[in-house]
Structures are given as C-alpha cells and as structure tokens.
C-alpha cells in the first residue's frame, strides 16, 4: 500500500500515476517487440551459371567455417519468421591453406591448386531445414550444437551497466 500512496503523492493522484506507469511499461514492451523483430534476409543462390538472390524474414543465428584442404566452406544459420533453420553455405577457396613461413608448403604439390578456377566461389546454397533434428543428418556436429546453443539464448540480452 505505501508504494500506492507514494506513487499518488509524487504524481499528484492516483490516475496520473497509474497513467505514467501504463505509458512506461507499453514504451518497454514496444522497445522489446522491436528489438525482437526478425529482418530481412537477402543471400546469393547459385545455380548451374546463374546466381540469383533469396530473400525471406529471419534472425541471424550462427556463423561457421569449416576448412577443408583448398575449400573454406561458410555457413551463415538464420531462424526464419516461421521457426525454421535456413543455412546458406558458400564455399570459397582457403586462402590460408596458401600462406607458410616458407616455400616448402605442401599445398602447392596438390594439382588443385594449379588450376585456373581453384581459387573460385564454387557452392552458393540455401537449404532450409524444419528443426534441428533435420539438420543433424546434413550438417558438421559443431554447427548444429552452436545452432542448438544460439536458439536456448535470449534473443537481447539487456545489460544493465
């Protein structure tokens, strides 16, 4: 009750008081609705020569590389509007597979590597999954635990510092 009291008294009277505090906590939640409000996603497909652009509504979720010899495969894992998992993957060549502190790297023995399209963009998908457990049987075991670890995280995390 003294809370009651002490809200009329600094505002003058009980309607005006619960008049601020109404206006506060619809500002809060608008604040939070906007921060939680998913985006629009564009990403590059490619298929056969053409590429094209795919768009939907979603949050970014995780990014992973996985490095594999001459390849760096890129995974960008969004949650889309309707609760799925969209996963574009783009690889590219692993520029860092190329760089050693000397000449004797072993890359350069591999005949990929002396082609003239190697270093060329040569996957841009996007596959979208119903739930993780579709994932699972696709996609590197890492990716899907940091996708299962980003979706049992609050979307904001407000700090208050």
């Known amino acids: 009750m003294g809370l009651f009291e002490r809200a009329a008294e600094l505002a003058g009277g009980m309607s005006t008081a619960v008049a601020a505090g109404l206006r506060l906590y619809v500002a809060q939640e608008d604040r939070k609705q906007r921060r939680d409000k998913m985006l629009p996603i564009e990403v590059e497909v490619q298929e056969g020569a053409v590429v094209s652009i795919k768009r939907f509504v979603g949050r970014p979720l995780v990014r992973y590389e996985e490095k594999e010899?001459?390849?760096?495969?890129?995974?960008?894992?969004?949650?889309?509007?309707?609760?799925?998992?969209?996963?574009?993957?783009?690889?590219d060549a692993n520029w860092s597979a190329l760089a050693a502190s000397n000449d004797d790297n072993p890359v350069w023995d591999d005949p990929k590597?002396?082609?003239?399209?190697?270093?060329?963009t040569t996957d841009r998908s996007l596959t979208v999954y119903p739930d993780?457990?579709?994932m699972n049987a696709a996609l590197p075991e890492d990716l899907v635990e940091a996708v299962r670890h980003a979706l049992s995280q609050p979307t904001v995390d407000v700090l208050d510092i």
């Open 69 to 91: 010899g001459l390849r760096a495969h890129n995974f960008r894992v969004y949650e889309t509007e309707r609760g799925q998992l969209a996963v574009h993957l783009r690889s």
């Open 113 to 120: 590597a002396w082609q003239a399209d190697w270093w060329k």
């Open 132 to 134: 993780l457990d579709a």
